[in-house]
């Protein structure tokens, strides 16, 4: 076991301090990774405020992490000292339930162990996440990084990327589509970037007209302002598929009648009770509203060579680890353009 530094939020309070944590040595199946970059999500905030109710104290957040690997397993053939390797959201599942056997660890059904403030036999009963100088993880749950990416861009990746990633691929988003996405943040941002790379015509969808010029600078084909009566009218029924990444609940209902009929609505952001649905809108249409969390494991090293392939990383604002508490009252304000990253060299 060895003792590292880290930064810890102590109580719901949400304010990050530095903090000592204890890992585990590498065991036979694990890989070592000191880490250079962690994006801060979203999720992160929320989880040191105890929003959820599950937090644990004290609490190292951080689930999109990049590193190098500093030492592996005697039974550990897939990475070598030196590799640049990445941890989203899970470090171990039952890997023997329905879910884990087709690749949907996220859905464990034995209850995936989240890279974060879970449960675990390691130092602390609880899993310690990216806002630390080092990880040990096991080597399933470990993502080899396309070696053109830019590490500190590619680290949201780990979870705004596959959030975004995995609708669009499940849902066979491709050349010829026309797909919305709906609320320009880090994760629609995510969601322009990966659809247009796709070849969709993707429009970004959004109630603010300041955020046109970005949305088109980031590969939307066109901009749809949904507070515009005459606009959402011109778009009715006119979209294969819509990512509906509003973080906070809404009234769905003016986005599911710009479905086309048999289409789908994907929900990735809201997470908490939604208005109610008007039925007949459904029904009509035969359009689905759906939901969608995380991917695997296989679906996320997917998502990463995509990526690399079409050279995607998110946008990115760095910052030293000591700026985290300004950081997370700017991302409550919205003031970031698209993602924090954090900078480990500063810890």
Not at 154 to 174: D, E, F, M, N, R
Request: charged share 20%.
């Amino acid at each position: 076991m060895s003792d590292i530094s880290a930064y810890a939020a102590k109580s719901n309070n949400g304010h990050m301090e530095p903090h000592k944590i204890t890992r585990r040595e590498p065991g036979e199946n694990d890989v070592q990774i000191e880490i250079e970059y962690c994006g801060v999500c979203h999720s992160d905030l929320h989880a040191v405020k105890n929003d959820w109710g599950n937090s644990e104290y004290p609490l190292v957040p951080g689930h999109e992490i990049i590193g190098s690997v500093s030492a592996v397993g005697s039974n550990v053939d897939e990475f070598s000292v030196g590799d640049s390797v990445g941890v989203g959201c899970l470090v171990d599942s039952c890997q023997s339930c329905e879910a884990c056997d087709i690749d949907l660890e996220q859905h464990c059904l034995n209850g995936a162990v989240m890279t974060y403030n879970s449960k675990t036999d390691d130092p602390g009963g609880r899993t310690y996440g990216g806002y630390s100088k080092r990880i040990v993880v096991q080597k399933d749950f470990v993502l080899r990084i396309p070696q053109n990416l830019n590490k500190a861009g590619a680290a949201p990746l780990l979870c705004a990327g596959i959030t975004t990633y995995s609708p669009l691929h499940q849902y066979g988003v491709k050349k010829g589509m026309t797909v919305g996405i709906i609320g320009l943040g880090g994760l629609g941002h995510m969601g322009i970037k990966l659809a247009s790379a796709m070849g969709a015509h993707t429009v970004m969808i959004t109630t603010s007209q300041d955020k046109a010029k970005d949305a088109k600078r980031l590969g939307a084909d066109d901009v749809l302002i949904s507070t515009n009566k005459d606009e959402m009218k011109k778009w009715r029924g006119k979209f294969d598929f819509l990512l509906n990444t509003i973080p906070v609940g809404h009234d769905i209902n003016p986005y599911v009648v710009l479905l086309k009929f048999d289409s789908t609505m994907c929900l990735v952001g809201a997470i908490e009770p939604l208005e109610s649905v008007n039925g007949a809108q459904l029904i009509s249409g035969r359009k689905v509203v759906a939901g969608s969390l995380i991917g695997g494991l296989k679906e996320t090293q997917e998502m990463l060579d995509f990526c690399g392939q079409h050279n995607v990383v998110s946008d990115i604002e760095k910052i030293d680890m000591s700026d985290i508490n300004d950081a997370f009252e700017r991302m409550q304000a919205n003031d970031v353009r698209y993602r924090f990253v954090i900078d480990m060299e500063t810890l």
